[in-house]
């Protein structure tokens, strides 16, 4: 997320109750200097920052320089709906306790410094890895030892930082000192510059050493730590006087019991420009602690128990009935702030200039909505925004993927981090608008965006990575952009058309370089060009892989390659609808993958689910979001495999989420577990930001798990959660679209493919005559092979598929059919005969155990021929090594059997099949990832009436094959 990212902070109405904020003059001139020297954050208000070796008092250089940075302002609708009914009334209180000394301090201390207030992706040679994070050369200090890219990249700074954890809160305790927080992220700019000019400067370190205890947190790996010191940033921004808005870094002063003093953003390493730098800072805050410490308990003790009100869920005073006009004033408002020239959401037009954030829950919502409602009105607005994203620089043209937000209205330049919970939901919201409108431009851009997670941002063991950086080399943005002379360079004579299509004729507007857009549609470029627009498609598919093969040679951004659960299940659920819309058997095979690793790897001997993966698990137990998430993506993967082991985990996971998360007294669900660390608060999270609320999707999964597992008490846990909402949504409905979306499901009660049996319908148990026996005991030859099939008659070339024989390393499938031709109107069977190699075993189907992923026999076909009651033979039980229970596979040689449906229309024509076997293969020491094995081929339909001639019988009817030859 990027330090402008909207601010979710679920303020609830509350009594600054002994409020004495204006205990003395330091503390509130504490609480001056940091609201006014928060000077770097893009979410402060203020203009072009531009970062430059600085040198300190004794005259040394701040480590290095870093990049200018475009001016930005937080965009107003993204913030928590509530926070400015809520602040405003911090504002009155301050007014009846008789103002805030902080203007009267400005006054006396100096004066603020105002602030200067249808489209195809290249595929090229891969990029060469964005590097990783790893510590620099130098002395190493704790965080040598952590796991997160985030605090690895602080791992050698001269500032001795401890890991959030009780040994620096004992020691803060121990000596006396004051902590001081530094919260971020790896793909946050400005954190970046920060470690650079202030965390790697040895004088400013061994002055944070001498007086403070330094602590360093990955806001992606502690978001309840985040959440809270965000929380308190913001209280205590308005009651010192400040305007400014909350970011990353988060600096925050606090005391040894972890409350809150005074805080801000990101700090430069020197005074500058009327701004206070961080030495200046940390020294005042040092001497008012060391003079005046009564007080700045006093307002520590003021600010924490504000912050636990604000934190604290609202108690309805009057139940809000849960009906569709609630949710439908969410999609109301919503649709009011379309901004009509650019497309958008949340726009004011008093800040017009403000970044625009996707926000892909809100989109969903409304195209929801749109559907629901036949709104074709609705569902324009929609669409034109989705287009105007996917024109804008906002996306990857080359390489696929969006960019974090645009930081103007048109959605020409982008802030350039690629985050992972961006393009997971975004993927599906352009899935869905294929779905509503077969707009092809919508599937190519889903598409793309999978197969830039893919190709990109996939980790060895099936898992995705969190982001990709914004900067390379310390200039955001250097790595994407591009100049007039590089396109010449590289195109040569077609760089004109490139040119013209992609945006370098207007004025570049970003100082770095040129941002690749379309200023306006195809087809319009070609008709300029006097070119088909086919032809223009083609060029321009021909020079953008030309582009991205340099573009993968230069220096790429940091990946932060941590695992995140929550996040990775919002892939597996994009990856997983994309597979079924799109008939794509990779996307659904890399999320099963996906969702094998962390349902198997990331859960403990007692079943608890863990935040995160790199390089081994994360002892952070998992939030509610993790859970939430990797179920939602869980009943995805369901419905487009039909396996029920995933929805019996999906089931397990949400039992387990219940019992952890569950808020007995006021329903809905908190956001750490019970047995969670104890800090100032404990928080649910109701409100959507850049990703939907962890209540929202509990809600969501809970009414898919009732209908798919026809257990009633998860639906009733989704009432209780959304009637815990209701009284919230209807004094802020703007900031409940995924909540509003399950109350419309909750309400429009769809099946959620429940047509669909959780046990596949076309799996039946074999009938004791019909089964081929498997041995009960592992063998490594194959046992009881299956009969010798006829050969088909060399004069019809079409008796059967005539790719009928594939094979893999190490499984070999042949397809036989009972009859010469497919009967119109009637049917027949097939029999797929699967010889194993030695040493390899697949599961049995069903599968036992359940979560195993089952052998199955499906069929595509051209003109609706169906494959109906396959039968799958019995396996026997083999016990892997060091596994603790049996599990049931087959060996050597099987059969499966099924019976092919012909519809009478076909009559006459050539069916065209596609049989495919899935299977995982393992042997004792290692499992392959599932696969699918596919044969092609094309077998004649015989009109209805006409003679069939029946083969095969020693595989069909082996007994009747055997009496005939017996008689003769």
Not at 551 to 560: C, E, G, V
Request: net charge neutral; proline share 6%.
């Amino acid at each position: 997320m990027s330090c402008a990212e909207s601010l979710r902070i679920p303020l609830q109405p509350f009594w600054f109750s002994g409020f004495k904020f204006r205990v003395s003059l330091a503390t509130a001139f504490a609480g001056w200097l940091l609201a006014l020297s928060a000077s770097g954050c893009i979410d402060a208000d203020q203009g072009a920052v531009v970062v430059k070796p600085q040198k300190s008092k004794s005259g040394s250089i701040a480590s290095e320089s870093s990049s200018t940075r475009k001016p930005t302002r937080r965009a107003n609708g993204n913030r928590d709906p509530r926070l400015e009914q809520e602040l405003a009334q911090v504002d009155e209180l301050i007014q009846q306790a008789g103002g805030s000394d902080t203007g009267k301090l400005a006054n006396e201390l100096g004066d603020e410094v105002p602030g200067k207030s249808p489209i195809r992706t290249a595929f090229a040679e891969e990029p060469a890895r964005g590097k990783k994070a790893t510590p620099k050369a130098g002395k190493a200090n704790r965080l040598a030892k952590e796991s997160s890219p985030y605090l690895l990249m602080h791992a050698h700074n001269p500032v001795d930082w401890f890991p959030w954890g009780p040994e620096a809160f004992e020691k803060a305790k121990k000596e006396g000192k004051l902590i001081f927080l530094s919260i971020g992220y790896t793909s946050c700019h400005w954190c970046h510059v920060m470690e650079r000019l202030v965390f790697s400067n040895d004088e400013i370190a061994k002055y944070m050493n001498d007086n403070f205890v330094c602590v360093k947190v990955d806001r992606e790996e502690r978001p309840d730590v985040d959440d809270i010191y965000m929380t308190a940033l913001s209280v205590y921004f308005r009651l010192s006087g400040s305007d400014q808005n909350g970011g990353w870094p988060l600096s925050m002063f606090m005391t040894a019991e972890g409350k809150p003093i005074a805080g801000g953003t990101y700090f430069p390493p020197e005074d500058s420009e009327g701004r206070m730098g961080f030495p200046t800072v940390m020294k005042r805050i040092s001497d008012l602690w060391r003079d005046d410490r009564k007080s700045l308990e006093g307002n520590a003790e003021v600010l924490t128990t504000n912050i636990r009100r604000v934190m604290s869920a609202k108690i309805a005073l009057q139940e809000t009935p849960l009906a569709a006009e609630l949710a439908a004033a969410t999609v109301t408002q919503l649709a009011n702030t379309h901004d009509a020239k650019f497309g958008g959401f949340d726009f004011n037009p008093a800040r017009a200039t403000a970044p625009k954030f996707p926000v892909p829950s809100k989109l969903a919502l409304l195209l929801y909505a749109a559907n629901r409602d036949s709104d074709d009105a609705l569902r324009t607005k929609v669409t034109f925004t989705l287009d105007a994203m996917a024109s804008g620089g906002i996306r990857d043209h080359l390489a696929g993927g969006f960019h974090r937000y645009s930081t103007d209205r048109a959605w020409k330049v982008p802030h350039f981090e690629k985050m992972l919970y961006d393009n997971a939901q975004l993927a599906d919201v352009y899935v869905e608008a294929f779905r509503q409108t077969k707009d092809p431009a919508y599937k190519l851009i889903a598409e793309e965006i999978c197969d830039f997670v893919l190709r990109e941002m996939t980790d060895k063991r099936g898992g995705f990575f969190s982001a990709l950086d914004a900067d390379s080399e310390d200039v955001e943005g250097k790595s994407y952009v591009w100049s007039e002379r590089e396109i010449d360079q590289l195109l040569g004579s077609e760089a004109e058309m490139f040119k013209l299509a992609y945006g370098l004729k207007e004025k570049n507007t970003f100082e770095v370089g040129y941002v690749l857009h379309h200023p306006q549609p195809l087809d319009q470029i070609a008709s300029k060009l006097k070119l088909a627009p086919d032809d223009l498609d083609r060029r321009l598919a021909a020079a953008k892989q030309k582009l991205l093969a340099a573009r993968n040679r230069r220096p790429q951004p940091l990946t932060d390659d941590k695992l995140l659960t929550g996040w990775n299940g919002l892939m597996i659920r994009a990856l997983s609808n994309a597979g079924v819309r799109f008939d794509r058997a990779d996307y659904v095979n890399a999320a099963e993958r996906a969702a094998m690793f962390f349902v198997t790897e990331l859960r403990d001997k007692e079943g608890r689910l863990h935040r995160s993966y790199r390089g081994s698990v994360s002892p952070i137990l998992g939030y509610l979001d993790d859970y939430t998430y990797l179920v939602d993506g869980l009943i995805a993967l369901h419905l487009a495999t039909k396996e029920p082991k995933w929805l019996n985990a999906a089931s397990q996971l949400t039992d387990d989420q219940l019992k952890l998360f569950w808020d007995e007294q006021n329903s809905g669900f908190f956001f750490t577990a019970t047995d969670h660390e104890e800090l100032l608060a404990r928080s649910k999270d109701r409100y959507d930001s850049v990703v939907p609320s962890g209540n929202s999707v509990a809600v969501r999964n809970l009414i898919r798990l009732a209908v798919l597992t026809k257990n009633e008490s998860y639906r009733e846990k989704a009432e209780q959660t959304l009637k815990a909402a209701a009284g919230s949504m209807q004094d802020a409905p703007g900031g409940f679209a995924n909540m509003a979306l399950g109350l419309f499901e909750f309400l429009d009660k769809p099946n959620f493919g429940s047509s669909r049996s959780i046990i596949d319908p076309n799996i039946q148990p074999a009938s004791d005559d019909e089964v081929i026996a498997v041995a009960a005991k592992p063998k490594r030859e194959p046992t009881n092979p299956a009969p010798q099939a006829d050969k088909p008659p060399k004069s019809d070339p079409k008796t059967e598929p005539s790719d009928k024989t594939k094979k893999t390393d190490i499984l070999a499938a042949e397809a036989h059919l009972s009859v010469d031709r497919l009967p119109a109107g009637s049917s027949c069977r097939i029999a797929m005969v699967l010889d194993i190699k030695d040493g390899w075993h697949i599961n049995q189907n069903p599968p036992d155990p359940e979560f195993q992923s089952p052998t199955t026999f499906t069929m595509k076909t051209k003109h609706g021929s169906k494959l109906l009651n396959v039968k799958y033979p019995k396996g026997h039980k083999f016990t892997p090594p060091g596994a603790p229970e049996p599990i049931v596979v087959y060996e050597g040689q099987v059969v499966l059997f099924g019976t092919i449906e012909v519809p009478e229309d076909a009559g006459g024509k050539t069916e065209e099949f596609d049989l495919l076997v899935k299977f995982q293969a393992c042997s004792n020491d290692r499992c392959e990832p599932p696969k699918t094995l596919t044969l092609k081929g094309k077998v004649e339909v015989a009109p209805v009436g006409q003679p069939i001639k029946t083969i095969n019988d020693k595989l069909f009817n082996p007994s009747k094959s055997a009496a005939k030859k017996a008689g003769s």
